[in-house]
C-alpha cells in the first residue's frame, strides 16, 4: 500500500531531515511510526501525504507515484495532524458539511455525514458547536473529517496527545474499528508507546532521520531479547530460587519480590528452552511446592524503542 525508496529530503538550510527512507506498509495495516522528537516523523508524512516534496527517492501509495500522480493519491488518503484547523462556532455537522463541499459538488450527503457521526461516537453532538467540545471530541471529529472523501489510507499524528486514559481507549477501539470492519490501512505517529503495543501490526523507528528498525512487534521482540527470561511465581519462592539454581541452562535467578525472574542461557524460540522449563517445574515440585505463574518476559514496546534508538551505526535500510 506504501512504498519508499531512499526517500530523503534535505532542507534549503542544509539540514538533513530524512535520510534514504525505506518504508513498506501493506494494506490492512496499522503501522507505527517512532522516534525521538526531531527525528524526522513530521517530516515523512508531509512527504507521504504530498505536503512537501522529496529531496530523492520516491513514493508510491497504492501503485501510484505520489509526486507524479499527487491528486489521484489525495482522492485515497486522509490525514489528521497533530493540530487541527477547527471552525469553533461551526456545529459537529456543519463543520462535516463543509469539508464535505470540498471534495464533492453539489448537496453534502447527509446521510454519510451520519454515518461518520456515529461512527465516531458524535451522531448525539452533531448540532453542538465544537467550541464546546473536549479534547477527546475534537479528536474524534478530526478522524471523522479524515474519512469524509472515503480514504483507504489514514495518516494520524499524535491522535492521542494530551487525552486523559478514557480518551486515549476511545481513540484506540476507534482506529481498531475502522482498521477491521472499514478495511482502513492507519498509518500513526505517537509518543504514547502503549498505544503503539495495542494496536499496530508492525512498527518503524527512526532516529536522526535514520531507520533503526522495521518489523512486527514479536519480530522485534525476538531482536532485542538476548536470552530468555522465565516468571515465575510459588507458594514459596525463595525456596524455589534455592530449588532451581542449579538447574542446567538457568543462568541467574532474581527474587523481585512476588516472583522470580529466571535468565535462561538460550533465547525464548529454541528448543532447548522447553527441557528448561520442564527441568525448572520439576525442581520446583520436588522441593514440594506449588506454581501459581510460569510465563516468558516479553519486552514492552518502550524496552525496543530505547533499545533501538540507543543503537550506533548508519540504520537500516
Known amino acids: 500500500m506504501i512504498q519508499t525508496r531512499d526517500l530523503s529530503k534535505t532542507y534549503r538550510n542544509g539540514f538533513n531531515a530524512v535520510k534514504n527512507l525505506n518504508l513498506h506498509v501493506s494494506e490492512g ?7 525521538p522528537n526531531g527525528a524526522g516523523k513530521t517530516t515523512t508524512i508531509r512527504m507521504l501525504d504530498g505536503l512537501l516534496t522529496p529531496s530523492s527517492g520516491s513514493i508510491s501509495i497504492a501503485g501510484m507515484d505520489v509526486t507524479a500522480k499527487s491528486e489521484e493519491v489525495r482522492k485515497l ?23 464535505d463541499s470540498l471534495f464533492h459538488h453539489g448537496a453534502p450527503n447527509d446521510k454519510y455525514i451520519q454515518t461518520l457521526l456515529e461512527c465516531v461516537g458524535l451522531y448525539e453532538k452533531r448540532d453542538v458547536p465544537v467550541g464546546q467540545f473536549s479534547r477527546g471530541m475534537k479528536q474524534r471529529l478530526g478522524i471523522a473529517k479524515a474519512l ?9 499524528d499524535e491522535p492521542a496527545l494530551g487525552l486523559d486514559p478514557k480518551g486515549q481507549r476511545e481513540i484506540q477501539e476507534l482506529l481498531r474499528n475502522l482498521n477491521e470492519k472499514k478495511g482502513v490501512t492507519v498509518f500513526i505517529t ?11 501490526s ?11 528498525e522495521q518489523g512486527t512487534i514479536p519480530e522485534l521482540q525476538k531482536r532485542y ?49 522447553l527441557a528448561v522449563k520442564h527441568h525448572i517445574t520439576a525442581a520446583v515440585f ?23 534508538i540507543e543503537q550506533n551505526g548508519e540504520g537500516r535500510q
Open 29 to 35: 495495516d496499522i503501522f507505527g511510526f517512532l522516534g
Open 77 to 99: 488518503i486522509g490525514v489528521v495532524p497533530e493540530s487541527h484547523g477547527y471552525y469553533y462556532w461551526m456545529t459537529a455537522a456543519e463543520y462535516l458539511r463543509y469539508f
Open 148 to 156: 469524509i472523501n472515503h480514504p483507504r489510507i489514514i495518516f494520524l
Open 190 to 200: 505517537s509518543h504514547m508507546l502503549k498505544d503503539i503495543e495495542v494496536l499496530c
Open 202 to 212: 508492525r512498527v518503524c523507528i527512526i532516529k536522526d532521520g535514520l531507520m533503526v
Open 225 to 273: 531479547m538476548p536470552s530468555c527470561t522465565l516468571l515465575l511465581q510459588t507458594n514459596d519462592n525463595l525456596l524455589a530460587a534455592e530449588a532451581i539454581k542449579s538447574v542446567k541452562g538457568v543462568r541467574c535467578v532474581t527474587n523481585c519480590g512476588n516472583h522470580l525472574e529466571i535468565i535462561c542461557a538460550d533465547k525464548p524460540d529454541t528448543p532447548e528452552i
Open 286 to 308: 520436588f522441593a514440594g511446592l506449588d506454581i501459581l505463574e510460569l510465563s516468558h518476559k516479553m519486552l514492552s514496546m518502550e524496552d525496543i524503542f530505547f533499545c533501538a
